[in-house]
T-cell receptor, first 116, second 112 residues
Framework: ETGVTQTPRHLVMGMTNKKSLKCEQH?????MYWYKQSAKKPLELMFV???????ENNSVPSRFSPECPNSSHLFLHLHTLQPEDSALYLC???????????????FGEGSRLTVL | DQQVKQNSPSLSVQEGRISILNCDYT??????FLWYKKYPAEGPTFLIS?????DKNEDGRFTVFLNKSAKHLSLHIVPSQPGDSAVYFC???????????FGSGTRLLVRP
């Protein structure tokens, strides 16, 4: 098993659909993140969960709804998306404990989302 | 306005030569900088980092240089290998926090 696993790897959905992206980390980390990568743009931080509590929202539209039931699992629920939401969605985890390299994130392979 | 900028979208280097990837930042509060590498169809992987109290950090073939007065950092890869061909992202944070600000990436191609 890889450290951070994302499913599905590819998703095509219509603007009226409801779907979810799933992320699971097997590293024992205590923080999980959703990033969005659009073409030729920097990675954008969407959400951070630390110890199952959401600590960063970053003004993401409400059509994106995160859920973190425990420290190993993270979901991104998608509803009524727009074509401009088409992007690569990356999940990451980190250990924010003492002695760890600050900011060292472990990324999953990403979920490529296309909104028609 | 991007706080972390990678102005070169691509770079092509001959195998065995040095690759130099550049990154500029605007926020003087940034105190921790990282480089990530990303292969196609994979997530980014951490490569090397540097704290603002240092001006150089070396790890094998990879060296990161930080010039705080110029708000500039660079990643040197020497010697470059074809397997280094990937997209390289620089990132920065304030107070070494979990909130990383990424650049838009530079695609490196190392020609055999």
């Amino acid at each position: 098993e890889t450290g951070v696993t994302q499913t599905p790897r590819h998703l095509v959905m219509g603007m009226t659909n409801k779907k979810s992206l799933k992320c699971e980390q097997h590293l024992g980390h205590n923080a999980m993140y959703w990033y969005k990568q659009s073409a030729k743009k920097p990675l954008e931080l969407m959400f951070v969960y630390s110890l199952e509590e959401r600590v960063e929202n970053n003004s993401v539209p409400s059509r994106f709804s995160p859920e973190c039931p425990n420290s190993s699992h993270l979901f991104l629920h998608l509803h009524t998306l727009q074509p401009e939401d088409s992007a690569l969605y990356l999940c990451a985890s980190s250990d924010t404990g003492r002695g760890r390299i600050a900011g060292e994130l472990f990324f999953g392979e990403g979920s490529r989302l296309t909104v028609l | 306005d991007q706080q972390v900028k990678q102005n070169s979208p691509s770079l092509s280097v001959q195998e065995g030569r040095i690759s130099i990837l550049n990154c500029d930042y605007t926020n003087s509060m940034f105190d921790y900088f990282l480089w990530y590498k990303k292969y196609p169809a994979e997530g980014p992987t951490f490569l090397i980092s540097i704290s603002s109290i240092k001006d150089k950090n070396e790890d094998g073939r990879f060296t990161v240089f930080l010039n705080k007065s110029a708000k500039h950092l660079s990643l040197h890869i020497v010697p470059s290998q074809p397997g280094d061909s990937a997209v390289y992202f620089c990132a920065a944070s304030v107070d070494s926090s979990y909130k990383l600000i990424f650049g838009s990436g530079t695609r490196l191609l190392v020609r055999p």
